[in-house]
């Protein structure tokens, strides 16, 4: 839900699945790639189970207290009404050789289901993470999109957050947006503040005490925080930057 009002979009197909190389290749039981797939409630919704990870994830972030603004969606109505609205992208870590077609703008499309990837492996274990992207406004500004990201807690540490911010730069301007905005990232998840930056996106505002949120040094008690508006644009010049990314 934003200021004015709820903010939908509708899609009649869905978007090829995409392979990325994994960061986290320490053994050989370690994935070597990641396949991310563009996916709806409803394809969601018909593999058992993954919905309700995906909510239970969501729902234990937010209860964090530290980066997104909502207090409680452990309602499921609640959660599918905010993630759901448009699109979903869903990482789906993998082993071994897969067929796939020949890079385009630094990205690899691949031939594979959901439950292909997923390899008869429980959501836990093959996850790597998940991320929205829907208008930041409606109408005469809904070419302009925003995201919102989620590692579970057991897959963080191993770079599946990069590869994630990485591929939005494919998938954003694939479904159609002009330019991204991240409304608030609050100045102390230094992760994401970094990673942003990494990624040549524009600070392009500081809004002061922007959230209430939990003690991040486990005190009881909420403080507030300044949070950072980021830009980028996927068009002209920065185009060429996001491709030249991409292909790194």
Not at 32 to 50: D, Q
Not at 97 to 113: H, P, Y
Not at 213 to 238: C, M
Request: net charge neutral.
């Amino acid at each position: 839900m934003s200021a004015y009002g709820p903010i939908t979009t509708s899609r009649t197909s869905l978007l090829p699945p995409t392979l990325w190389d994994s960061p986290r290749k320490a053994d050989a039981a370690s994935p070597t790639f990641l396949s991310i797939h563009h996916v709806n409630r409803s394809a969601v919704e018909a593999l058992p189970g993954l919905f309700e990870y995906l909510h239970s994830v969501f729902a234990d972030e937010v209860d964090t207290g530290l980066s997104y603004p909502q207090e409680n969606v452990r309602d499921q109505a609640a959660f599918a009404n905010y993630f759901f609205a448009a699109d979903v992208l869903v990482a789906i870590t993998g082993t071994g050789e897969v067929a796939m077609t020949e890079k385009k703008d630094g990205v690899r499309e691949v031939d594979l289901s959901v439950e292909e990837a997923r390899a008869g492996r429980s959501w836990e274990v093959c996850v790597a993470g998940f991320y929205y992207v829907k208008p930041n406004y409606p109408g005469r500004s809904s070419h302009i999109c925003n995201a919102g990201f989620v590692v579970p807690p057991n897959q963080r540490g191993g770079g599946f957050g990069s590869v994630l911010a990485k591929s939005y730069l494919h998938y954003g301007p694939a479904l159609g947006y002009k330019a991204s905005v991240f409304n608030l990232v609050y100045v102390n998840n230094t992760a994401s503040v970094r990673l942003w930056e990494k990624l040549n996106f524009t600070k392009a505002g500081l809004i002061p005490k922007a959230g209430r949120l939990k003690r991040k040094d486990g005190q009881e008690g909420e403080e507030y925080v300044d949070a950072w508006v980021f830009y980028k644009s996927f068009e002209g010049e920065d185009r060429g930057v996001n491709a030249a990314i991409l292909s790194a």
